[in-house]
């Protein structure tokens, strides 16, 4: 039985600990912590579990095997390189950090460590749409790839929520995705910046993002941020034979009153509910008697971070900014992610 610790008891740590307590097997979450100190109490006290003071002392606890981050984006880097001092395997949620150089950290004292300790929450990788799409594009049915195109709508985002954060916090899942997807890096981004939609104030959005990828294939990422209607994630890839594309997710279709109907799902929760349960249990199963996580690593965590990166310079900048990945460590050479 793995024990967990999970630092964040916000949205997704809650629905983490959701799944680890009601879903998934071999797995107990027995410590939880947030800055939000009543939030963390009435968590752990709902399952049973201890609240800590703080992120340092859960990870070293006796009662913590590995630990889960979900807290905000800004503090995962501390909480990873801690886990990594105390050589437990550590789940975060993306992004691994919220720039190239802090993730760059992390592989660094990954790769000082020796051997795998680090996944990071790229769960589209375990979605069965992308993994169905993927096996299509692999088969070589459509013949060479040559385009995808991709949006990523939410419904609403909050407040605080930036421009940058557009592609920092969302197009960033398309980053993974694409260099999983075609097994091959981005080498440079455009970013245009179409008419503002009214829904979202101040805020720059959509966002429209062109990846150059290193065999020529070009990828447009649509950012919609406010889009009211639900969460919306699309993507079709056009090969030189045939194109295909990520189906439908509603078991029934209603067709009523002269209209078809095909729900939208409300937010990531609803959409990706499967693909993070199975990102989950795999995860687990990998650390089954002592071994290393096999999912999206930190090399992948600081890839999307230097490609995230160039497109908030593009974004800011208004050019097409080459994208240039340090020198890889061993540790993740020849390596097969999910
Ligand atoms: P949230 O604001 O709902 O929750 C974050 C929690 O972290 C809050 O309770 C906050 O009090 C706590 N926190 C902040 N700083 C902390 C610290 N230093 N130590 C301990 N706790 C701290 O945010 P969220 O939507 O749950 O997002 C959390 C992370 O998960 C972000 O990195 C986000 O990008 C990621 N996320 C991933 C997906 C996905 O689809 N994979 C979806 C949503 C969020
Ligand atoms: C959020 O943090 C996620 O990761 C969601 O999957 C994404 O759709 C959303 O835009 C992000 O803010």
């Not at 385009?147 to 605080?160: I, K």
């Not at 194109?243 to 109907?261: D, I, K």
């Not at 959409?271 to 999912?295: C, K, M, N, T």
Request: aromatic share 6%.
């Amino acid at each position: 039985m793995l024990r967990v610790g999970v630092i964040g008891t916000g949205m997704i740590g809650q629905d983490h600990i959701r799944r680890m307590t009601s879903v998934l097997a071999g797995v107990r979450v027995t410590a939880v912590t947030d800055v939000d100190a009543a939030v963390a109490a009435s968590v752990a006290a709902s399952i049973g579990a201890a609240s800590f003071p703080d992120g340092a002392s859960l990870i070293v606890s006796d009662d913590v095997d590995a630990v889960v981050v979900c807290s905000w984006g800004p503090t995962h880097e501390e909480y990873v390189l801690a886990a990594i001092a105390a050589g437990k395997p550590v789940f975060c949620e993306k992004p691994l950090a919220t720039t190239a150089a802090a993730c760059l950290r992390i592989v660094e004292a990954e790769a000082a460590f020796g051997s795998r300790l680090v996944q990071v929450g790229y769960m589209r990788r375990y979605d069965a749409s992308y993994r169905a799409l993927k096996a299509v594009l692999d088969r070589g049915d459509l013949g060479a790839p040559l385009m995808m195109h991709c949006a990523h709508r939410n419904a609403s985002v909050p407040g605080f929520y930036s421009r940058e954060m557009a592609i920092t916090d969302t197009a960033v899942h398309e980053i993974d995705m694409v260099r999983w997807m075609f097994g091959e890096e981005i080498t440079a981004v455009r970013v245009l910046t179409p008419r503002r939609s009214g829904n979202g104030g101040d805020l720059q959005d959509p966002l429209l993002l062109i990846f150059e990828l290193e065999s020529g294939v070009l990828v447009d990422v649509e950012t919609s941020v406010n889009i009211r209607y639900g969460y919306d994630i699309r993507g079709e890839i056009v090969g030189e034979n045939g194109t295909a594309a990520l189906g439908s997710l509603s078991p029934v279709q209603v067709r009523v009153a002269g209209a078809a109907s095909d729900p939208v799902p409300a937010d990531w929760r609803e959409r990706f509910l499967r693909a993070y349960d199975v990102e989950f249990q795999e995860w687990i199963d990998s650390l089954a008697g002592g071994g290393q996580p096999v999912g999206p690593s930190a090399w992948d965590g600081y890839a999307a971070a230097v490609v995230s990166d160039a497109g908030v310079a593009a974004l800011r900048g208004g050019e097409r900014v080459p994208v240039v990945l340090a020198s890889q460590p061993a540790l993740y050479r020849a390596e097969v992610a999910a």
